[in-house]
Structure formats: C-alpha cells, structure tokens
C-alpha cells in the first residue's frame, strides 16, 4: 500500500497592529488568531486553520465546507509564503 498523498490548504494572512498585540486573519475561513509578534500571532492562526480543518473532516463536512467557501486543495505542492500586511496611512487633505 503507497503513501496517502498530502492535500494543502493555502490561505492568506492580514496582520493588524493592536495595541501592543498583533493580529492574524485568514480571509477564506474567517479564522483570527493573536500573539505578541507577527510570528507568533501568525503560528497560533496556522495552529487555529488546522483545527478547524480538522474538526470539519471529523464532523465529515470538510468538503462542504471548502465547496462553500470555493476552495480548492492543492494536492501537488504548499505554496511559497508571501508576507501580506495591511497599514494606515495619513496624509494631509487639501483645504
């Protein structure tokens, strides 16, 4: 009997600064996830996206929910990370 072949789930990350805590947002499942660096929060989103993952596919309504939200698996190879981050900006306003 093979190797089962690995499914990936690749999503986005939005980071936010708040207050002295960073944020993470995984737009696709609307997953949020804290820490008190960009790294941090970001390991405990990934901590929180397999989770809940997980706890689909044992509720067996793991396809559904990927079906709803149109997402596809990728079954060939994980993604190459790329940093997204979101900033406000102030600039002056004419008067």
Do not use: H
């Not at 309504?61 to 981050?85: D, M, Y």
């Amino acid at each position: 009997m093979g190797e089962a072949q690995k499914a990936y789930f690749n999503y986005s990350i939005v980071v936010r600064k708040e207050g002295k805590q960073y944020s993470c947002w995984c737009p696709e499942l609307d997953v949020a996830s804290s820490g008190e660096t960009i790294e941090q929060a970001s390991k405990n989103l990934e901590d929180a996206v397999k989770c809940l993952l997980e706890t689909y596919a044992e509720l067996g309504e793991l396809k559904q929910l990927l079906a709803e939200r149109g997402i596809s698996l990728n079954s060939e190879t994980k993604c190459t990370p790329v940093f997204l981050a979101e900033a406000r900006v102030s600039v002056p306003a004419a008067t």
